[in-house]
């Protein structure tokens, strides 16, 4: 992002037409980022708060006031039961500085309990360790070349618009585009093929595949014998799974998977830009696992433009500090580790309550200390998820720049500062250059980093460490190796990371073998699990609720971050259900009605949008609202639930029943 200002003014923002991933298109929501900053509502000065939980009234008070308060608390209860202090932090910024900077030394310092950031994409990420060794995959750039793209699980021109204008280069050159997603979204409408299977079958799909490679002998022998270790196993796991059987599983015609299939098969460079679409599911993570062994059976990892790209994140491992939060200063404890996607649960625990996988719980939470996330929208099951926030003994301190549905229930609020005041350096998951964040503007108001409170924070607490002193440029500097040049990534922007072109077409993957591992230490070898709430597995509770719902993101929201913004708001106008044609019909539910959606875990009100982007049994409700744009204070994860996926203990969004009726 190249940002001109005048006069401490944002007068132009564009995207930087230099940098090799982005060449300078940035999205509809972040073109609006100094509208967003300069934002009327924004939070300037720390809130106390004096009315109920959940109400969102304040009053403004002094830094000097608001950090004395905070440090005298959070001491208190460190004294007794530091692990009762649990931090919680996600996407809001993911930068290395304003992430797990500072405030990873100061939890590790006061020896808070860790957070397991789950919540978005653990399942996929521990499923490509556990196959190619890490989270690692093709280059963005190489896609261009694919003569056949398969697009999994991922709406990119919605949430992932830099791959777009690469896949539709390869297009241009004849290349095939294909999509496998339950929606017929902006992108599947413009592949040319779409295979809307039901959520949560990409296994079964992934295994028919495997099928039809095998009696085809779509295989690639040579491949295989050098670099992929446990396939004799797969194999035969993998012939129980005929187009027929995986067609009535997905809800496609077994002469689709067969088309794709050949088209896979003999199709080369052939390309898998996965997304974590499909992970959001009980089975996400042996689906992910399965998938990811598609081109070690074709072979496809030969070409650079072949292979599969799920993350890039884990190319960036080498080049970051990974001591940046100081792990020295939690001197020998290791503080009980919460996961953020049962947080609606773990909120509402006793101390020492057992777990459902049988662990003690630990102290209660008594207090939590939220940045870069706005929990109460985003985690699964907000009944739970609202009751734990509005506790009158929880102690809550929210880093922020709006009053969002989190905040409303904080005892203190403190301003934070947006990317345009502060510095950060990133890593990416879709790229594979390191990106630094100068400041464009002064903080507005009193606002502060996050860095910056956290360290006047440990000020307070009495840490006197030297690594509490490093100001904002420091942490940046120190966030990457030496390999990196500091200077250049400042002068240029970003840094590539220098990266072989084609990095498997040898073998070589970052496992201890160096080889694939279909049959992973610990957990076997890959398998279909059919979602935890599905017509087909969970019959029963389909008699009530008939309809499998997933939540992708509307367009022009950012999980729920530019949700307040006018000018994107009035874009996608009002929360919305995506619903079939006859499945409307056969409720009397008309376009543009006000439905209720609900399941044993809540209801949801919104506006039916009768639509073809939406197939039989599946509706879509676009996320992530604010709750309290809601027609009835609610959002979509009122309906979700908390329990995890098979691998990486993340939450199974896309995994729900529900039914939908007209609301009275
Ligand atoms: N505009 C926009 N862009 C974003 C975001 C945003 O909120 N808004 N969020 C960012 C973040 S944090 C992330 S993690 C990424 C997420 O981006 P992606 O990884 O692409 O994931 P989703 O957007 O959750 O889902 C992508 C597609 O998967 C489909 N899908 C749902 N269930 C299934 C299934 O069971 N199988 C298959 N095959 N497909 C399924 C959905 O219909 C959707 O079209 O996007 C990032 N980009
Ligand atoms: N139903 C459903 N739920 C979902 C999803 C879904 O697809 N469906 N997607 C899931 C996914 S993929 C993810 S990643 C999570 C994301 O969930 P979160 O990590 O909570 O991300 P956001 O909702 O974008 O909220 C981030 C907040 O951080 C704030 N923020 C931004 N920059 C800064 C900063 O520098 N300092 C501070 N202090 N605050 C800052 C923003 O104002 C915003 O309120 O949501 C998940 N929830
Ligand atoms: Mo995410």
Same mark, same amino acid.
């Given at each position: 992002?190249?940002?001109?200002?005048?006069?401490?003014?944002?007068? &132009?923002?564009?995207?930087?037409?230099?940098?090799?991933?982005?060449?300078?298109?940035?999205?509809?929501?972040?073109?609006?980022?100094?509208?967003?900053?300069?934002?009327?509502?924004?939070?300037?000065?720390?809130?106390?708060?004096?009315?109920?939980?959940?109400?969102?009234?304040?009053?403004?008070?002094?830094?000097?006031?608001?950090?004395?308060?905070?440090?005298?608390?959070?001491?208190?209860?460190?004294?007794?039961?530091?692990?009762?202090?649990?931090?919680?932090?996600?996407?809001?910024?993911?930068?290395?500085?304003?992430?797990?900077?500072?405030?990873?030394?100061?939890?590790?310092?006061?020896?808070?309990?860790?957070?397991?950031?789950?919540?978005?994409?653990?399942?996929?990420?521990?499923?490509?360790?556990?196959?190619?060794?890490?989270?690692?995959?093709?280059?963005?750039?190489?896609?261009?070349?694919?003569?056949?793209?398969?697009?999994?699980?991922?709406?990119?021109?919605?949430?992932?618009?830099?791959?777009?204008?690469?896949?539709?280069?390869?297009?241009?050159?004849?290349?095939?585009?294909?999509?496998?997603?339950?929606?017929?979204?902006?992108?599947?409408?413009?592949?040319?093929?779409?295979?809307?299977?039901?959520?949560?079958?990409?296994?079964?799909?992934?295994?028919?595949?495997?099928?039809?490679?095998?009696?085809?002998?779509?295989?690639?022998?040579?491949?295989?014998?050098?670099?992929?270790?446990?396939?004799?196993?797969?194999?035969?796991?993998?012939?129980?799974?005929?187009?027929?059987?995986?067609?009535?599983?997905?809800?496609?015609?077994?002469?689709?998977?067969?088309?794709?299939?050949?088209?896979?098969?003999?199709?080369?460079?052939?390309?898998?830009?996965?997304?974590?679409?499909?992970?959001?599911?009980?089975?996400?993570?042996?689906?992910?696992?399965?998938?990811?062994?598609?081109?070690?059976?074709?072979?496809?990892?030969?070409?650079?433009?072949?292979?599969?790209?799920?993350?890039?994140?884990?190319?960036?491992?080498?080049?970051?500090?990974?001591?940046?939060?100081?792990?020295?200063?939690?001197?020998?404890?290791?503080?009980?580790?919460?996961?953020?996607?049962?947080?609606?649960?773990?909120?509402?625990?006793?101390?020492?309550?057992?777990?459902?996988?049988?662990?003690?719980?630990?102290?209660?939470?008594?207090?939590?200390?939220?940045?870069?996330?706005?929990?109460?929208?985003?985690?699964?099951?907000?009944?739970?998820?609202?009751?734990?926030?509005?506790?009158?003994?929880?102690?809550?301190?929210?880093?922020?720049?709006?009053?969002?549905?989190?905040?409303?229930?904080?005892?203190?609020?403190?301003?934070?500062?947006?990317?345009?005041?502060?510095?950060?350096?990133?890593?990416?998951?879709?790229?594979?250059?390191?990106?630094?964040?100068?400041?464009?503007?002064?903080?507005?108001?009193?606002?502060?980093?996050?860095?910056?409170?956290?360290?006047?924070?440990?000020?307070?607490?009495?840490?006197?460490?030297?690594?509490?002193?490093?100001?904002?440029?420091?942490?940046?500097?120190?966030?990457?190796?030496?390999?990196?040049?500091?200077?250049?990534?400042?002068?240029?922007?970003?840094?590539?990371?220098?990266?072989?072109?084609?990095?498997?077409?040898?073998?070589?993957?970052?496992?201890?073998?160096?080889?694939?591992?279909?049959?992973?230490?610990?957990?076997?070898?890959?398998?279909?699990?059919?979602?935890?709430?599905?017509? &087909?597995?969970?019959?029963?509770?389909?008699?009530?609720?008939?309809?499998?719902?997933?939540?992708?993101?509307?367009?022009?929201?950012?999980?729920?971050?530019?949700?307040?913004?006018?000018?994107?708001?009035?874009?996608?106008?009002?929360?919305?259900?995506?619903?079939?044609?006859?499945?409307?019909?056969?409720?009397?539910?008309?376009?543009?009605?006000?439905?209720?959606?609900?399941?044993?875990?809540?209801?949801?009100?919104?506006?039916?949008?009768?639509?073809?982007?939406?197939?039989?049994?599946?509706?879509?409700?676009?996320?992530?609202?604010?709750?309290?744009?809601?027609?009835?204070?609610?959002?979509?994860?009122?309906?979700?639930?908390?329990?995890?996926?098979?691998?990486?203990?993340?939450?199974?969004?896309?995994?729900?029943?529900?039914?939908?009726?007209?609301?009275?």
């Amino acid at each position: 992002m190249r940002v001109t200002v005048q006069g401490d003014k944002v007068i &132009r923002l564009q995207g930087d037409p230099d940098h090799p991933t982005t060449n300078g298109a940035l999205c509809t929501k972040v073109s609006r980022y100094a509208e967003r900053t300069e934002h009327a509502e924004r939070v300037l000065r720390p809130l106390k708060r004096v009315g109920p939980k959940g109400r969102g009234e304040f009053v403004e008070v002094s830094w000097d006031e608001a950090l004395d308060a905070i440090a005298a608390r959070l001491g208190e209860i460190a004294a007794r039961a530091p692990e009762a202090i649990v931090p919680y932090s996600y996407a809001g910024t993911m930068g290395m500085v304003q992430g797990e900077g500072m405030a990873a030394r100061f939890f590790n310092r006061l020896g808070a309990s860790r957070l397991d950031r789950t919540i978005c994409s653990s399942a996929g990420g521990d499923a490509l360790a556990a196959t190619y060794g890490a989270k690692v995959g093709m280059h963005v750039e190489h896609f261009a070349e694919s003569r056949l793209i398969i697009i999994w699980g991922s709406n990119s021109i919605a949430s992932n618009l830099h791959f777009w204008p690469i896949a539709l280069a390869a297009k241009r050159a004849g290349g095939t585009l294909v999509c496998i997603d339950p929606r017929r979204t902006e992108t599947a409408e413009k592949c040319h093929h779409h295979l809307a299977l039901t959520p949560g079958s990409d296994g079964a799909l992934a295994l028919a595949l495997m099928h039809e490679l095998i009696v085809n002998d779509w295989l690639d022998h040579d491949y295989l014998a050098r670099h992929v270790d446990g396939w004799a196993g797969l194999r035969e796991r993998a012939l129980a799974w005929t187009p027929e059987r995986a067609g009535a599983e997905c809800g496609l015609a077994p002469g689709q998977i067969r088309e794709l299939a050949r088209l896979y098969g003999t199709t080369k460079p052939a390309a898998i830009r996965l997304n974590y679409g499909m992970q959001r599911v009980r089975g996400g993570g042996n689906a992910t696992r399965l998938i990811a062994l598609l081109p070690c059976l074709t072979g496809a990892w030969r070409h650079r433009a072949g292979g599969l790209l799920l993350s890039s994140g884990g190319w960036f491992a080498a080049f970051r500090n990974q001591k940046l939060g100081h792990p020295e200063l939690l001197a020998g404890r290791t503080p009980r580790i919460v996961n953020m996607s049962t947080i609606g649960d773990d909120l509402l625990r006793e101390t020492g309550e057992t777990m459902p996988d049988g662990r003690a719980f630990g102290p209660r939470i008594e207090a939590l200390v939220v940045y870069n996330s706005n929990p109460v929208a985003v985690a699964p099951d907000s009944r739970q998820v609202v009751a734990g926030f509005s506790r009158d003994d929880l102690f809550t301190v929210v880093l922020e720049h709006f009053l969002t549905d989190t905040a409303d229930h904080a005892d203190y609020v403190l301003p934070a500062t947006t990317q345009l005041e502060h510095w950060d350096v990133h890593a990416s998951y879709g790229h594979t250059s390191l990106v630094i964040n100068e400041p464009a503007l002064t903080p507005r108001g009193e606002s502060r980093s996050n860095a910056a409170i956290f360290r006047a924070l440990a000020q307070r607490m009495g840490f006197d460490e030297p690594c509490f002193s490093d100001d904002d440029l420091s942490l940046a500097r120190q966030a990457v190796v030496d390999a990196v040049p500091f200077e250049q990534l400042r002068s240029v922007g970003w840094f590539q990371l220098p990266l072989p072109e084609a990095p498997f077409a040898d073998g070589g993957f970052p496992t201890p073998s160096g080889r694939v591992q279909c049959d992973a230490p610990g957990i076997g070898l890959p398998d279909y699990l059919p979602p935890y709430e599905s017509v &087909r597995s969970a019959p029963e509770l389909a008699r009530r609720f008939p309809l499998a719902m997933i939540s992708p993101p509307a367009r022009n929201f950012l999980n729920s971050t530019f949700v307040n913004v006018k000018s994107l708001r009035a874009i996608e106008q009002e929360p919305v259900l995506e619903i079939e044609a006859a499945d409307a019909a056969s409720r009397g539910i008309a376009d543009g009605d006000e439905v209720r959606v609900f399941n044993d875990r809540g209801e949801y009100r919104c506006v039916a949008r009768v639509s073809a982007r939406a197939r039989a049994g599946v509706v879509h409700g676009l996320g992530v609202w604010w709750r309290k744009y809601g027609v009835d204070g609610t959002n979509v994860n009122e309906l979700t639930h908390q329990r995890l996926t098979d691998l990486g203990r993340a939450p199974s969004f896309y995994d729900c029943l529900v039914e939908v009726e007209r609301a009275a």
